[in-house]
């Protein structure tokens, strides 16, 4: 089990491969990334250079950031691996994607995304829920994004699904600053 205790060295991101349809996913990103190097945390994602993926990895490169991408061999064939990070990991499995990036980070941050994105976080919070971690789950709502899975958990919670005490699991955050906030002060 991971602790909180010990101090925030990295921060995984998981967010979309597309920037969406408002320009203001685009800017939260940028903010991110440029937050998370500013913090003298790095970043771990999956290792792409489209979208708001590789919006927040070159926001933090271009603030001096640490920026390490883990990527399965499956995608890197299709042009979308960053070639300017710090490191890019190949990897063979979506899951071993995955557990690589819990295995770097501290923290688990998540920007607007879809199917993927959905995916990793709630693996990420189930993870919590049966103790495999300690670590931060922290959504960053732009544009009021998450509100429609917080409902959803909600409603789990009420229909008895998911135990009230875990729904805490689920940290939110109005914007980048505010997520770097959480996550260096979680403990």
């Known amino acids: 089990m991971t602790s909180s205790a010990r101090p925030l ?3 995984a ?3 979309g491969s597309a920037f969406g349809n408002n320009p203001a996913f685009r800017a939260e990103a940028t903010a991110l990334g440029a937050a998370i190097a500013q913090a003298g945390i790095g970043l771990v994602y999956g290792g792409a250079c489209r979208g708001l993926m590789g919006a927040v990895a070159d926001a933090a490169l271009a ?3 640490e920026v390490i991408g883990v990527l399965p061999d499956a995608l890197s064939g299709r042009e979308i691996a960053h070639n300017g990070l710090t490191s890019l990991e190949l990897v063979p499995t979506m899951h071993e994607r ?3 990036i819990h295995e770097l980070s501290d923290a688990i941050l998540a920007l607007p995304g879809g199917y993927g994105t959905l995916d990793e976080l709630l693996e990420a919070i189930t993870w919590a829920q049966i103790g495999l971690h300690a670590k931060p789950c ?3 709502n732009t544009l009021n994004y998450w509100n429609g899975l917080l409902v ?3 409603t789990a919670v009420a229909a008895g699904f998911i135990e009230a005490k875990n729904r805490t699991l689920v940290l939110v955050a109005a914007n980048a600053a505010d997520a770097i906030t959480l996550a260096m002060n979680h403990g």
Request: hydrophobic share 55%.
């Open 152 to 154: 959803f958990l909600d």
């Open 13 to 15: 991101v998981f967010c």
């Open 138 to 140: 922290i959504l960053i």
């Open 9 to 11: 060295r990295r921060v």
């Open 98 to 100: 995955k557990a690589r």
């Open 63 to 65: 603030a001096g950031g």
